[in-house]
């Protein structure tokens, strides 16, 4: 381990001793809500579904969750390293899953796959930057910065695409990706699974990793550590829009078909996944595992509601209910940990 990763480390340590202590002293029910909750009620949720939800345990709808599930997923393993640095949220996803499923629909009808490949990356790159400058330079608040990028980036696809639905070839490479499964599994969840390797590793073995968790726990003694912190929130802001990007080839694969409307809610559907598995709001804390278990409890919950033939308004209220319940627990933990 390096002198300047050891140095992230005890800040990061520091940052979470007060809470670490008093953990080791008493049991506390919201420190263990928040800490893991998540997985014991995804274990819960699932059992409950398997006895009570008829067509549950079936595979055709098992695949279906998954499949589903792929796209917000990536978004939200991605998203996970902008809260970790206690920037809230990235709102833009929204235009960014948008405009890279409508890049690699229509730019590869008529370049190719790999021409779609390079101008979506560098779109996802133009993202990241400019969000990660304005919020980790010039200190701008990180949901009025993205929210304004959400508009602009919607707003340039509208007009440049006039609003048009893209269909790709029914032999084309996208949609073989779309079809493709690996025995019952979608290949969709299957690139959910890589990209959430690879962040755990970047998050969790790297030193950028842990100076994004650093940061998140204490700024200033992360600025004062030396580490070039405008650098740490570009990066996650970065890793956030190739995230959505990724999302956005996958979605565009499900049904072979782009428009600029298709990704709408996605930032709260990730946001849900992401603070429901167990990452703070407040920043320093949190997983990108913990996020794919929130991931898969929202997908599971959202399935059950469908197949009891409870309508999309209820399911949103019962998301909107669970990302309330999931951010005073957070709360109302870390003020239990301080007395």
């Not at 048009?164 to 070839?169: D, E």
């Not at 990706?177 to 979608?186: E, K, M, S, V, Y």
């Not at 996958?250 to 709408?264: E, G, H, Q, R």
């Amino acid at each position: 381990m390096s002198r300047e990763t050891e140095t992230l480390t005890e800040t990061i340590a520091v940052a979470n001793s007060t809470e670490a202590g008093i953990e080791k002293k008493r049991f506390s029910l919201l420190l263990w809500m928040a800490d893991r909750g998540v997985i014991v009620f995804t274990v819960l949720l699932i059992l409950a579904a398997v006895i009570f939800i008829d067509g549950f345990a079936t595979l055709p709808n098992l695949t279906d969750v998954f499949y589903r599930a792929a796209p917000i997923g990536i978004v939200a393993v991605g998203m996970t390293f902008v809260v970790i640095s206690a920037n809230y949220l990235d709102l833009s996803v929204v235009a960014q899953v948008a405009t890279s499923a409508v890049i690699f629909i229509g730019i590869s009808n008529e370049f190719g796959v790999f021409a779609a490949v390079a101008v979506a990356s560098l779109v996802a790159m133009m993202y990241g930057v400019v969000n990660g400058l304005a919020v980790g330079f010039f200190k701008a608040n990180a949901v009025i910065v993205t929210l304004s990028t959400t508009f602009i980036g919607l707003g340039i696809l509208r007009w440049l695409s006039g609003g048009s639905i893209f269909f790709g070839p029914e032999d084309g490479p996208i949609r073989a990706f779309g079809q493709a499964r690996l025995g019952p599994i979608p290949l969709s969840a299957l690139v959910l699974l890589l990209v959430t390797i690879v962040l755990w590793f970047v998050l969790t073995r790297t030193t950028f990793g842990f100076a994004v968790r650093a940061y998140g726990s204490n700024k200033n003694a992360t600025r004062l550590a030396g580490v070039n912190t405008t650098a740490v929130v570009v990066g996650a802001f970065v890793i956030t829009a190739l995230s959505a990007m990724v999302a956005g080839f996958v979605l565009a694969a499900f049904s072979n078909t782009a428009v600029s409307s298709m990704s709408d809610g996605y930032e709260f559907r990730a946001l849900a996944a992401i603070i429901i598995g167990g990452t703070s709001v407040f920043g320093g804390k949190g997983s990108v595992l913990r996020t794919l278990l929130g991931v898969i409890f929202v997908s599971v919950l959202t399935n059950i509601l469908v197949l009891s033939g409870i309508g999309f308004g209820f399911q949103q209220m019962a998301i909107g209910a669970l990302i309330v319940l999931a951010v005073s627990v957070d709360a109302l933990a870390r003020r239990a940990a301080k007395k």
